[in-house]
């Protein structure tokens, strides 16, 4: 009789989460990249006065937006790649301040997640 956890399927390993996450935010860095060329390509062909339309955002604040939404994009695509380093040098899953095992769950819910819980939880 197999043993309780061989009936459970293996966990992938962390670079592969990682460079799944990393292809997610890639596609979602093209769709904001894609969103941005409209919205400005819309206002170059516009006439309206959106500074002071009334019925809605300017184009200015949703390229704001756009622009601070593609930022926080490519500082998370930058935080996966040096998790994928600390995966190759045998780091992976090892706090980067105290030196402890960073909970498996915390890893599941942020693969590139460089602090424990308390390390994190720390102002």
Known sequence: MPSPSSDRPSPDPPDAALQEER??????LA???SEFDDTVAASLD???DD???PEGATIAFERSQLSSMSRQLLQRIAEVDVALTRVDAGTYGVCTACGYPI???????RPAAALCIACASRP
Do not use: K, M, Y
């Open 46 to 48: 516009s006439n309206a």
């Open 103 to 109: 909970d498996p769950a915390r890893l599941d819910a």
């Open 23 to 28: 292809r997610v935010l890639q596609r979602r």
């Open 31 to 33: 769709g904001l990249a």
């Open 51 to 53: 500074e002071h339309d």
